[in-house]
C-alpha cells in the first residue's frame, strides 16, 4: 500500500516532504477497510478508457432454440424467469460490458413472473410476440414486437404474457 500512495502523496502545500507521516497515516487505513480517494483517482476517472471486455457477438440464431428448450425444460419453480445471460468471454457472470447486463428472456404463454424490482434501470426490447405485458407498480403496458421498454430503479413491476404463443 505505500507504494501506491508515494505518488499521489507527495509534497504537502508547504513543500516539505511529509510522504513518511502519510504513509505511516494510509497504513492505518487497512484494518478499517478505508481507502485514500487521492491513491484511486486513476481508477476512478482513468485519463483514457481501460475496459476489460472483449468485442463478442451472440446469434439469435443460436441463443434462440436454446432459450425455447429452457421453456420446455425448466418450469417456472425452477426459474420465475427464464433468462439466458449474455456474458462477455473476458469477464465473469453477470456482466455482458463494464456496466451492462443483458440478457434474452422467454415469455411462456399466460404467464406472469413475480413482481420484483431491482437498483439498476431495466431496459427490455422485444425481439418478438404479441400479447407481452410488463406491470410497473400495478400499471399494464403492453409490449409487442419492436418495443423498448424502460423501468425506471426500484419499481415493482412483472412481466406475463397473455394468449398464446410466447414472447422474447
Not at 425448466?74 to 439466458?84: C, F
Not at 431496459?123 to 405485458?133: K, L, P, S, T, V
Not at 400499471?139 to 423501468?151: A, C, S
Request: glycine share 6%; with cysteine.
Amino acid at each position: 500500500m505505500a507504494t501506491e500512495t508515494m505518488t499521489q502523496l507527495q509534497l504537502n502545500a508547504t513543500g516539505t516532504n511529509k510522504s513518511t507521516d502519510a504513509e505511516n497515516l494510509v497504513n492505518t487505513f487497512q484494518s478499517l477497510n478505508i481507502k485514500p480517494l487521492w491513491t484511486q483517482m486513476e481508477k476512478l476517472n482513468p485519463p483514457l478508457p481501460n475496459p476489460t471486455c472483449v468485442p463478442h457477438i451472440w446469434r439469435y440464431e443460436d441463443i434462440r432454440p436454446r432459450l425455447l428448450k429452457a421453456g420446455e425444460v425448466v418450469n417456472e419453480k425452477q426459474a420465475e424467469r427464464r433468462v439466458l445471460m449474455l456474458i462477455n468471454p473476458a469477464r465473469d457472470s453477470p456482466y455482458t460490458t463494464d456496466t451492462l447486463y443483458a440478457g434474452l428472456q422467454l415469455v411462456m404463454p399466460n404467464q406472469v413472473s413475480k413482481a420484483h424490482r431491482h437498483t439498476a434501470f431495466a431496459m427490455r426490447f422485444i425481439i418478438e410476440g404479441q400479447g407481452g405485458f410488463t406491470a410497473v407498480h400495478g400499471r399494464r403496458i403492453k409490449m409487442q414486437r419492436g418495443d423498448v421498454i424502460l423501468t425506471p430503479t426500484w419499481n415493482w413491476h412483472d412481466h406475463g404474457k397473455d394468449g398464446m404463443g410466447l414472447a422474447l
